[in-house]
């Protein structure tokens, strides 16, 4: 016997006429070339209960491992086994509740997020960033995987194939150094510079707002490399 499944095509959303660029970040996950930023998820709550349940874990099991040697060194008739202590097993599926609860929020924020972005938008740019490579630098790592930009570019490319809008992946070489005003190439800056003033023409920039705006500027060159209608902002 064989099933037949009917699956019915996702309904377009309607273009809107718009374009945006988007830079990832940590605080905020996504800042956009017209100044919107929104929020990563803040999953510090679940993390916090999650510590607390595996410093239990690891208390109670090494506690029945103690008694479970007590036993054995005593040569009692029935010696308890490690799996006899349920405490130490509640206290780990515990830990594990809070993690699964924690993934699951931040999912349902990136769908929501992600939903939004391509309702809003018919052209995306985004910087085509290799997260594998930026997570072997230690400090940036944990950031990087709890604000999941693997996981929205994911989310925007499916669902921008799904419902008929755009999405480009540009390079991102010196998309936080030029000025998105006059083209100027200032050089590197530390992380810790959130505004910058063009040397060249004196604009005034946000940091992340400006590297969305060249990252749009990029999309859009692309875009039209490949003698395709370029929507307006």
Request: hydrophobic content about 35%; proline content about 2%.
């Given at each position: 016997?064989?099933?037949?499944?009917?699956?019915?095509?996702?309904?377009?959303?309607?273009?809107?006429?718009?374009?945006?660029?988007?830079?990832?970040?940590?605080?905020?996950?996504?800042?956009?070339?017209?100044?919107?930023?929104?929020?990563?998820?803040?999953?510090?709550?679940?993390?916090?209960?999650?510590?607390?349940?595996?410093?239990?874990?690891?208390?109670?099991?090494?506690?029945?491992?103690?008694?479970?040697?007590?036993?054995?060194?005593?040569?009692?008739?029935?010696?308890?086994?490690?799996?006899?202590?349920?405490?130490?097993?509640?206290?780990?599926?515990?830990?594990?509740?809070?993690?699964?609860?924690?993934?699951?929020?931040?999912?349902?924020?990136?769908?929501?997020?992600?939903?939004?972005?391509?309702?809003?938008?018919d052209?995306?740019?985004?910087?085509?960033?290799?997260?594998?490579?930026?997570?072997?630098?230690?400090?940036?790592?944990?950031?990087?995987?709890?604000?999941?930009?693997?996981?929205?570019?994911?989310?925007?490319?499916?669902?921008?194939?799904?419902?008929?809008?755009?999405?480009?992946?540009?390079?991102?070489?010196n998309?936080?150094?030029?000025?998105?005003?006059?083209?100027?190439?200032?050089?590197?800056?530390?992380?810790?510079?959130?505004?910058?003033?063009?040397?060249?023409?004196?604009?005034k920039?946000?940091?992340?707002?400006?590297?969305?705006?060249?990252?749009?500027?990029?999309?859009?060159?692309?875009?039209?490399g490949?003698?395709?209608?370029?929507?307006?902002?």
């Amino acid at each position: 016997m064989s099933l037949q499944v009917e699956i019915s095509e996702p309904e377009k959303y309607s273009l809107t006429g718009k374009r945006v660029g988007i830079d990832v970040g940590v605080a905020d996950l996504a800042i956009l070339s017209n100044g919107l930023k929104y929020p990563s998820f803040n999953s510090s709550y679940f993390e916090k209960k999650a510590k607390v349940w595996q410093r239990k874990y690891a208390r109670r099991r090494h506690l029945a491992k103690l008694l479970v040697l007590q036993d054995r060194n005593k040569r009692v008739l029935c010696p308890r086994s490690l799996e006899s202590f349920t405490n130490w097993q509640k206290a780990q599926k515990s830990k594990a509740k809070c993690q699964a609860k924690a993934a699951n929020q931040r999912r349902d924020y990136l769908h929501k997020l992600t939903t939004h972005l391509v309702k809003q938008y018919d052209v995306i740019a985004i910087e085509d960033l290799k997260t594998k490579n930026l997570q072997k630098n230690h400090h940036l790592a944990k950031s990087i995987a709890n604000a999941s930009w693997r996981m929205f570019r994911q989310m925007l490319e499916y669902k921008c194939e799904w419902y008929g809008k755009k999405l480009i992946a540009v390079d991102p070489k010196n998309t936080s150094r030029i000025c998105s005003k006059c083209g100027y190439n200032s050089g590197a800056k530390p992380l810790e510079i959130r505004e910058w003033i063009c040397s060249k023409c004196q604009t005034k920039h946000d940091q992340d707002i400006n590297a969305a705006v060249n990252i749009l500027h990029k999309g859009s060159t692309k875009l039209n490399g490949q003698g395709l209608a370029m929507v307006t902002s």
